[in-house]
């Protein structure tokens, strides 16, 4: 039996799922006022703006119910509700950071010229020099003879009296920490750093 709203406080997660995917409005309304806040903090962690968290937070719980009919049999809906916040709101940040990166990578340098541009390659220069100070002692030696003094594999393997492979090897494990260190600080600089890369790539 359907209960009422006033009578589901003692309703487990998993019979309203089953009610709202028979379309009961007031288990919907139930599961939003469990999980709202939850859901809303998950999301302002991400974004750091409550606007924004507000709205990713509504689209969730819309997709949520337009869902419905076919989630009558999920099991652990709290874990199913962080998921699908987790993926649209990662869906949702990746595609603003994309529409703000223009689609043409060789305007991204005429851009970063611009006052805006200038500060965001600062910060981004001072996250590659923070994340560099963070890599083990050999990946660092590595990285910065190739990045900085702009040494070949073949010159830093002799220079370290290591094989040319452990020093490819390093590179990649370095670019990769970089990417995993900026993206914890900022998206939007990491895209900007894969634009670099590409366009470091493009003209080789």
Not at 110 to 126: C, F
């Amino acid at each position: 039996m359907i209960v009422s709203r006033n009578e589901s406080r003692d309703v487990s997660d998993e019979e309203l799922m089953r009610q709202m995917a028979g379309g009961s409005e007031g288990a919907f309304a139930t599961l939003i006022s469990r999980y709202r806040k939850r859901i809303f903090t998950h999301a302002l962690n991400f974004t750091h703006r409550a606007e924004e968290a507000e709205e990713l937070t509504q689209d969730i719980f819309i997709k949520l119910w337009q869902q419905r009919a076919s989630l009558a049999d999920i099991q652990r809906v709290e874990d199913y509700l962080f998921i699908l916040s987790r993926n649209h709101i990662i869906s949702s940040i990746r595609k603003r950071i994309l529409s703000t990166v223009p689609a043409d990578p060789e305007r991204l340098i005429d851009e970063l010229t611009l006052p805006d541009g200038r500060l965001q390659l600062k910060e981004l220069e001072r996250l590659i020099a923070a994340g560099i100070e963070r890599m083990p002692a050999q990946q660092q030696a590595v990285f910065r003879l190739s990045r900085e003094e702009g040494l070949s594999y073949e010159e830093i393997a002799s220079k370290l009296s290591i094989s040319k492979s452990t020093v490819k090897w390093h590179i990649v494990a370095g670019l990769s920490h970089l990417k995993a260190y900026i993206r914890q600080h900022d998206a939007v600089l990491l895209t900007i750093l894969f634009c670099l890369s590409w366009i470091a790539r493009e003209k080789k």
